[in-house]
C-alpha cells in the first residue's frame, strides 16, 4: 500500500467512517438513555407513603407500645401493607394520633381509644408489630417474620422458630441419615 493510496476502511475522501459509525452510535446511545430515563421515572408507581401519615403511625406505635425506637423502614412496609388492606387507613389513623400527648403511657392511651371507639384499630396495630402480619385472616399479609416483635423477649436464647432444626435455609444442607446413631442418639 503507498501512502496517497486510500485505505480500504475510508471512503473515496479519506475519512475514517469507522470513527464516524462509532461517533454516531455513541450519541445515538447517550441521547437514547437519556430521553427514556426521563418519563419512565414520571410513571414509576410511587410505593412510599407520604411523611405525615407514615410519622402518625410511628408516633401511634410508639405510645401504644411505649418502644421508642421503632425501625422506620419496617414501619412503611407494615403502613403499606394496611393500605393495601385497608386504603383509608392513613385518614383511620388521624383520630389516634390526636390522642396522644408526649409521655403518654400505654394503658392511658388504650383508654383514650377505647373511649373514641378505635379500639379495634389500635389492637390490629399492635397485633401487626408483634405478629409480624397484617390481618388476621388468612388472606393477611406477611411484612416481617424474623423481626416480628414477639420474638424480642427471647432472642437472646431462642432462635425465631422454624420447621428447620438450624434456622431458615437450613434444608440447603444435606439431610442427616436417619439410620445414624448419632442422629438417633441426639434424640
Known amino acids: 500500500m503507498t501512502p496517497n493510496s486510500p485505505h480500504s476502511e475510508c471512503d473515496a475522501t479519506g475519512t475514517d467512517t469507522n470513527r464516524r459509525r462509532f461517533l454516531k452510535n455513541s450519541l445515538i446511545v447517550t441521547a437514547g438513555c437519556f430521553v427514556t430515563s426521563l418519563p419512565l421515572s ?3 408507581q410511587n410505593t412510599s407513603p407520604s411523611g405525615e401519615p407514615l410519622r402518625a403511625f410511628i408516633q401511634v406505635t410508639q405510645t401504644i407500645t411505649e418502644h421508642k425506637h421503632v425501625n422506620a423502614e419496617l414501619a412503611a412496609h407494615f403502613f403499606n ?3 393495601k388492606k385497608v386504603p383509608e ?3 383511620q389513623i ?3 394520633v390526636q390522642l ?3 409521655g403518654m403511657s400505654a394503658a392511658t392511651f ?3 381509644a377505647q373511649a373514641a371507639g378505635l379500639q379495634g384499630l389500635l389492637q390490629q396495630i399492635i397485633t401487626a408489630w408483634y405478629t409480624g402480619t397484617v390481618g ?3 388472606h393477611g399479609i406477611l411484612v416481617s417474620y424474623q423481626q416480628a416483635w414477639m420474638y424480642r423477649t427471647v432472642s437472646d436464647g431462642l432462635v425465631v422458630p422454624t420447621y428447620c432444626g438450624n434456622g431458615p435455609l437450613w434444608w440447603t444442607v444435606p439431610v442427616p441419615d436417619a439410620n ?3 442422629v438417633i442418639d441426639a434424640l
Open 94 to 96: 388521624t383520630p389516634l
Open 89 to 91: 387507613f392513613a385518614q
Open 136 to 138: 388476621n385472616d388468612y
Open 42 to 44: 414520571g410513571l414509576a
Open 100 to 102: 396522644t400527648q408526649a
Open 110 to 112: 388504650a383508654e383514650r
Open 81 to 83: 401493607a394496611f393500605i
Open 180 to 182: 445414624s446413631t448419632a
